[in-house]
């Protein structure tokens, strides 16, 4: 890995212009963020990772200095020249060829207004804004200053969070319900139906309270 001093003064370079090893094929046409943004993710990679030969880490410090300096101006170089401005115009013209054919289809003519805001060039800056943060976050992964697998446990940590609270919730409304059942108050059954209810009883048992008798057969009288 180089020291942050000459790796700044490789970035600084890189975005004025000033080129040592090799002149671009094509000027960058992006958004200029994007492309800052890939640049530091070169310098995260830079200062943390070994790249370079051991042995020129044994020079004095002058010449160590002077080392990494051309050093990191190479990689700056070829990685934005070599990778990512043809990278960054493939990814481009392949989003906007892919909206011009499907806006040929009939059977995406619902999504006609979607389709047209996608035509314009805020679509390409966006994308070349995703690429590049994708770019960095793989950079301090890769130098573990980050570590993107904390995403998959925060992500189920979440979910134990809602569905603890989801059960607590129930539990409580269910509670909240069972004491608004037991609150109620109970019918009371005033002094006078209970006697009109026995009186009612006592009169059906006097009713019923004599005896049954066949009722007498009348033969005919014989001449």
Known sequence: MVGY???????????????????PKALFTGP?????????AIFVILTHINLY?????????CGNILIEFFWSQFMFEYLLH???FPVDETVSSIIANSIENADQ????????????ALKSDNTGIVCSY?????????ALHATKIIDL?????????WQDIIERSENTLASLLKSIYAAECNSKPRKI???????????????????????????????????
Do not use: T
């Open 105 to 116: 289809y009939e059977q995406l003519e619902p999504m006609k207004n979607i389709l047209e």
């Open 130 to 138: 995703l690429l590049s943060c994708f770019f960095l976050s793989a």
């Open 53 to 61: 030969p051991s042995y020129f880490r044994k020079l004095c410090w």
């Open 5 to 23: 001093a000459p790796a700044l003064l490789a970035m600084a370079l890189n975005l004025d212009g000033v080129n040592i090893f090799k002149e």
């Open 189 to 223: 059954k005033s002094k006078s139906e209970s006697s009109s209810k026995k009186r009612k009883v006592d009169e059906s048992g006097d009713d019923d309270s004599g005896k049954w008798e066949l009722p007498k057969k009348h033969g005919r009288r014989r001449p």
């Open 149 to 157: 697998r904390m995403i998959n446990y925060l992500f189920h940590s």
């Open 82 to 84: 070599e990778f990512w």
């Open 32 to 40: 200029y963020l994007s492309y800052f943004i890939f640049m530091f």
